[in-house]
C-alpha cells in the first residue's frame, strides 16, 4: 500500500501527455529522488515529457520514485553528479545536493564537490547538447542578511569559513559558474533561490525544522527548539514551489534569474512549534537546545520579481500545508511502526 504517498501525485498517465504548448521534452532531473526532485520528476511525467533521474542516494529515498519506477517514460541513473556524464536532454534541472544543515555537515567537502563539480558538468553538458539548465540555489546565497526582506539585488553576509560555509559558498560559486557560462558560452541558465519549502516525501529524519517538529509532535516526544526560538523563517510549500521552477524553466530566455521563490509569510520557531503542535493535537513540549552555529536570525523573500517575471505567488497557507504534511507523515510513521510489527 502507497500510504506514505496519499499527498502525493494522482495517478500518472502513461502514454505521451498534454505537454502544453512546449511540447514533450526530455528532461534531465539531478538530485530527482530527494524531497523537491521527486515532485518536480512527478509533475514533468505527468505534463507529458520524458525524465531521466540522476541521484546518488545520498539523502534521496527509494520511496520517493513509487509512483514513477516502471513509468515508460522514467529512466533512473545512479551516479555522482561530481562525477562528469553524458545524457541527451532538452533541459537539465540541477538538484543535486543534500539542503538539510545535519546532511549537508556531515561530509562538507562532498558538499562543496556536489554544489561546484556538479554546476560544472551541468553545464558542459548544456554547452556541447544546447540544452537549458536551471540550478536549484538557495535563500542560503543571503546567509544571515541585514536586509530584510531579501531581494534578489542583495549580495549577503556570509561566512566563508563557518560549519554552514560548505553549503552556502558552494552554492554561490554555482551561480557564478552559471552565469560564466551564459556570458561566455551563451549557455541557456535559469536560476532559482529556494527559500524553506516542506511538504508530504520529507525524510523523517531529515533534521529539518518543519519535519523534525511534525515528527516529535506526532511521536508525544519533546519539540527542540534551538536558541530561544525567536528566529525567522518563511515557509513554502512544496507544490506552490515546483510550479514556480516551471514557470521559470519555461519563462522567455530574458529571465534568467536569480529569482527568489518562497513564502513571504515569515514565522518564529516557537510559533512554528506552537502551530504544529496545535494541529497535531499532541502533548508534546517544548524544550531549549543550542542554536547551532551561523543559524541566520531571520529570513523572508521579497518575492516580487517571481510575481512581475513568472506570475507566481503562493498559494498554500502555512497551516493548510502543515495539514497535508501532517497527514503523510502521520501514514508514513503507521506504515513503518506496521513493517516493525513481527
Ligand atoms: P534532498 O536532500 O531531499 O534531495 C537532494 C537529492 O540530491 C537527494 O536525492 C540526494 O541523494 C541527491 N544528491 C545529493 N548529492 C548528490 C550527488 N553528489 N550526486 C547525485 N545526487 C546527489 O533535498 P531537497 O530539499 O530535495 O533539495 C533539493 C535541492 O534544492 C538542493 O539543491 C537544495 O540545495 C535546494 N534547496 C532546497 C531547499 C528546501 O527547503 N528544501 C531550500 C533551498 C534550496
Ligand atoms: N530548528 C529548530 N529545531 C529543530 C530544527 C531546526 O529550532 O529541531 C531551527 C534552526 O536552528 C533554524 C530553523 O529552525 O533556526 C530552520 O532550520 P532548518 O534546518 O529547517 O533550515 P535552515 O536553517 O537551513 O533555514
Same mark, same amino acid.
Given at each position: 500500500?502507497?500510504?506514505?504517498?496519499?499527498?502525493?501525485?494522482?495517478?500518472?498517465?502513461?502514454? $505521451?501527455?498534454?505537454?502544453?504548448? &512546449?511540447?514533450?521534452?526530455?528532461?534531465?532531473?539531478?538530485?530527482?529522488?530527494?524531497?523537491?526532485?521527486?515532485?518536480?520528476?512527478?509533475?514533468?511525467?505527468?505534463?507529458?515529457?520524458?525524465?531521466?533521474?540522476?541521484?546518488?542516494?545520498?539523502?534521496?529515498? +527509494?520511496?520517493?520514485?513509487?509512483?514513477?519506477? #516502471?513509468?515508460?517514460? &522514467?529512466?533512473?541513473?545512479?551516479?555522482?553528479?561530481?562525477? $562528469?556524464?553524458?545524457?541527451?536532454?532538452?533541459?537539465?534541472?540541477?538538484?543535486?545536493?543534500?539542503?538539510?544543515?545535519?546532511?549537508?555537515?556531515?561530509?562538507?567537502?562532498?558538499?562543496?564537490?556536489?554544489?561546484?563539480?556538479?554546476?560544472?558538468?551541468?553545464?558542459?553538458?548544456?554547452?556541447? %547538447?544546447?540544452?537549458?539548465?536551471?540550478?536549484?540555489?538557495?535563500?542560503?546565497?543571503? #546567509?544571515?542578511?541585514?536586509?530584510?526582506?531579501?531581494?534578489?539585488?542583495?549580495?549577503?553576509? =556570509?561566512?566563508?569559513?563557518?560549519?554552514?560555509? *560548505?553549503?552556502?559558498?558552494?552554492?554561490? *560559486?554555482?551561480? @557564478?559558474?552559471?552565469?560564466?557560462?551564459?556570458?561566455?558560452?551563451?549557455?541557456?541558465?535559469?536560476?532559482?533561490?529556494?527559500?524553506?519549502?516542506?511538504?508530504?516525501?520529507?525524510?523523517?529524519?531529515?533534521?529539518? =525544522?518543519?519535519?523534525?517538529?511534525?515528527?516529535?509532535?506526532?511521536?508525544?516526544?519533546?519539540? @527542540?527548539?534551538?536558541?530561544?526560538?525567536?528566529?525567522?523563517?518563511?515557509? *513554502?510549500?512544496?507544490? /506552490?514551489?515546483? /510550479?514556480? &521552477?516551471?514557470?521559470?524553466?519555461?519563462?522567455?530566455? +530574458?529571465? @534568467?534569474?536569480?529569482?527568489?521563490? #518562497?513564502?513571504?509569510?515569515?514565522?518564529?520557531?516557537?510559533?512554528?512549534?506552537?502551530?504544529?503542535?496545535?494541529? =497535531?493535537?499532541?502533548?508534546?513540549?517544548?524544550?531549549?537546545?543550542?542554536?547551532? %552555529?551561523?543559524?541566520?536570525?531571520?529570513?523572508?523573500? !521579497?518575492?516580487?520579481?517571481? !510575481?512581475?517575471?513568472?506570475?507566481?505567488?503562493?498559494?498554500?497557507?502555512?497551516?493548510?500545508?502543515?495539514?497535508?504534511?501532517?497527514?503523510? &507523515? !502521520?501514514?508514513?510513521?503507521?506504515?513503518?511502526? %506496521?513493517?516493525? %510489527?513481527?
Amino acid at each position: 500500500m502507497l500510504h506514505a504517498n496519499i499527498e502525493r501525485a494522482a495517478v500518472l498517465p502513461g502514454g $505521451p501527455g498534454p505537454a502544453g504548448v &512546449f511540447g514533450t521534452r526530455r528532461i534531465l532531473v539531478t538530485g530527482g529522488a530527494g524531497f523537491l526532485g521527486s515532485h518536480l520528476c512527478e509533475r514533468l511525467i505527468g505534463e507529458g515529457h520524458e525524465v531521466i533521474c540522476l541521484d546518488n542516494f545520498q539523502t534521496g529515498q +527509494e520511496r520517493n520514485l513509487r509512483q514513477l519506477s #516502471g513509468h515508460p517514460r &522514467f529512466e533512473l541513473i545512479r551516479h555522482d553528479v561530481a562525477e $562528469p556524464f553524458s545524457v541527451e536532454a532538452d533541459e537539465i534541472y540541477n538538484l543535486a545536493c543534500p539542503a538539510s544543515p545535519p546532511h549537508y555537515q556531515a561530509d562538507p567537502i562532498h558538499t562543496l564537490k556536489t554544489s561546484v563539480l556538479g554546476a560544472l558538468n551541468v553545464l558542459e553538458l548544456a554547452r556541447t %547538447t544546447g540544452a537549458k539548465v536551471f540550478q536549484a540555489s538557495t535563500s542560503e546565497v543571503y #546567509g544571515d542578511p541585514h536586509m530584510h526582506p531579501q531581494p534578489e539585488s542583495y549580495w549577503g553576509h =556570509v561566512n566563508p569559513i563557518g560549519p554552514r560555509s *560548505c553549503y552556502d559558498e558552494g552554492k554561490r *560559486c554555482a551561480e @557564478t559558474l552559471f552565469f560564466d557560462y551564459a556570458r561566455r558560452h551563451d549557455v541557456r541558465i535559469k536560476i532559482v533561490r529556494i527559500f524553506n519549502t516542506y511538504g508530504p516525501g520529507m525524510h523523517p529524519e531529515d533534521g529539518r =525544522v518543519v519535519s523534525n517538529f511534525i515528527v516529535q509532535a506526532l511521536k508525544g516526544e519533546d519539540i @527542540t527548539i534551538y536558541g530561544d526560538g525567536s528566529q525567522t523563517r518563511s515557509f *513554502c510549500f512544496v507544490h /506552490d514551489l515546483i /510550479d514556480g &521552477f516551471v514557470r521559470l524553466m519555461n519563462s522567455g530566455p +530574458e529571465v @534568467t534569474g536569480p529569482v527568489n521563490i #518562497g513564502n513571504p509569510g515569515e514565522f518564529t520557531m516557537l510559533e512554528l512549534a506552537s502551530l504544529v503542535v496545535d494541529l =497535531v493535537n499532541s502533548p508534546s513540549r517544548v524544550v531549549f537546545r543550542p542554536l547551532p %552555529t551561523d543559524d541566520p536570525r531571520q529570513r523572508r523573500p !521579497d518575492i516580487s520579481r517571481a !510575481d512581475a517575471a513568472l506570475g507566481w505567488k503562493p498559494r498554500v497557507q502555512l497551516a493548510d500545508g502543515l495539514r497535508m504534511t501532517i497527514s503523510y &507523515f !502521520d501514514a508514513l510513521l503507521r506504515e513503518t511502526a %506496521t513493517a516493525a %510489527t513481527p
